[in-house]
Structures are given as C-alpha cells and as structure tokens.
C-alpha cells in the first residue's frame, strides 16, 4: 500500500534478513512492493536509470561497496490490468564502511 521496495541482507547461510542499515561487503537484495498479480514485469532502476536484465520482483545488488552509498533505486511495475504501470518510491541505500580497507 506505501509503494515502499524492501532491502534485505543476504546471509552467507542463505538466510535474509530485512535491512535498515548496511556494511561494506554485505549482499543485498531488493524486493518489489508487495503485489499478486500473475502478469506483472518488473524494471528496476539505480540512479534513474534502468539496469540491464533487472526484470524480476526482487534484484540482487551483490556485495555493496562504498561506492553504493547514497545510490538510489526504485522499480517500475506494470500489468495487463495497469499497462501504464507504477513506481515505487525512491530507495537510498545508506552503506556504512567496513574495518580496513575498501577495495
């Protein structure tokens, strides 16, 4: 109902967990608004720009560097019932560094 992408931090046991903050070098993943209809397509988007082959309802970042910290991301969501589609709103990813040195 709020329109909001979820972040989550992939665990190296395979375990998500929801994320509010983030680390250098954790994995994160993105979920689309909840929804439910079966014809929906997916365009995710980093910094207002589409990501190539992000066309799912959920995307997987990887490891988060530094160089992620304040990248915003949203993702664009149409239908059969909406063709014109709607957008979630922005995300901003808030990375805090890691010990040592970021590579």
């Keep these: 109902a709020d329109n909001k992408?979820?972040?989550?931090?992939?665990?190296g046991d395979?375990?998500?967990?929801a994320a509010g903050s983030l680390s250098v070098g954790e994995q994160l993943l993105l979920q689309a608004p909840a929804g439910g209809d079966e014809t929906a397509s997916y365009q995710w988007y980093r910094n207002g720009e589409p990501i190539d082959g992000a066309t799912a309802a959920s995307y997987e970042l990887g490891q988060v560097s530094s160089i992620d910290?304040?990248?915003?991301?949203?993702?664009?969501i149409s239908s059969a019932t909406n063709p014109a589609g709607v957008s979630s709103q922005v995300l901003t990813l808030n990375v805090?560094?890691?010990?040592?040195?970021?590579?």
């Design 96 to 103: 805090a560094p890691a010990a040592g040195i970021d590579l």
């Design 5 to 11: 992408v979820i972040a989550a931090v992939r665990h």
């Design 69 to 76: 910290d304040q990248a915003q991301f949203r993702v664009h």
């Design 14 to 17: 395979g375990s998500i967990q």
